[in-house]
């Protein structure tokens, strides 16, 4: 009995899946329609996530995020967003705690510790709404974005103030250098993949979380 191809209505055909004739994804495997390849309107290709960098994309992954959970697979954009912004936290950090060393040895005394124990504190913040975004909260994008600009701002000023480090602290300035320019540039990317128009259907295919309160009742015929 000669067997035809299957219409464009049977099943196999549904919405999507490829043409027939195509090879079809490997089974079991999610055909997600972002994912860090080529973006709605011609955007630019999301790198590839490094290897070594794969076993912390995964943090975190069960904290609530007070709201319900994207329905899209989470974008590689949104990945490198999160791990950029972790970077960053721990850059600034790494610059308190470079620059508390650095006077030390020059005065000979513990210096300014208490900068350190609350920039400690601020990555820490930093990295659980880095994590809340990575799970799909808007509020935790928006957050995210803001606190990433003002580092930029506050870095770029700093920038400028290390020439007197130089003179000051010698070696240590230029680890400074070296640390303020990574972390200038984590932010910069964090803000660039924040945005991006994968991000962006990420997100909004979260429904409405808890808080929202319920529609009201529509109109009602009081006339019989």
């Known amino acids: 009995m000669t067997q035809h191809p299957q219409g464009p209505y ?14 079809q994804p490997p089974y079991g495997q999610p055909q997600q329609p972002y994912g860090g390849y080529q973006q709605p309107g011609g955007g630019a290709r999301t790198p590839e996530i490094p290897g070594f960098a794969q076993k912390f994309t995964t943090i ?8 319900s959970r994207p329905t899209l697979p989470t974008p590689k954009s949104v990945v490198w967003a999160f791990l950029l912004a972790a970077g960053g936290a721990v850059f600034g950090a790494l610059y308190h705690l470079v620059t508390a060393i650095a006077f030390s040895s020059y005065y000979g005394v513990f210096y300014n510790g208490g900068s350190v124990v609350f920039s400690l504190l601020i990555a820490a913040g930093l990295f659980a ?32 103030g290390l020439s007197v480090l130089f003179t000051v602290l010698g070696g240590f300035g230029a680890l400074l250098l070296i640390v303020l320019i990574l972390q200038l540039a984590a932010l910069g990317a964090t803000l660039y993949f924040l945005f991006q128009p994968d991000s962006n259907a990420y997100f909004k295919s979260a429904s409405a979380g808890p808080g929202y309160p319920p529609p009201g009742p529509g109109p009602r015929n009081f006339g019989g």
């Open 10 to 23: 049977e099943p196999g055909q549904g919405q999507g899946q490829p043409p027939y004739g195509q090879p």
């Open 129 to 160: 709404i880095a994590v809340m975004m990575r799970n799909g909260a808007e509020w935790a994008r928006i957050t995210l974005a803001v606190l990433s600009g003002l580092g930029l701002v506050f870095g770029l000023i700093a920038l400028f």
């Open 60 to 67: 975190g992954a069960n904290w609530g995020s007070g709201g």
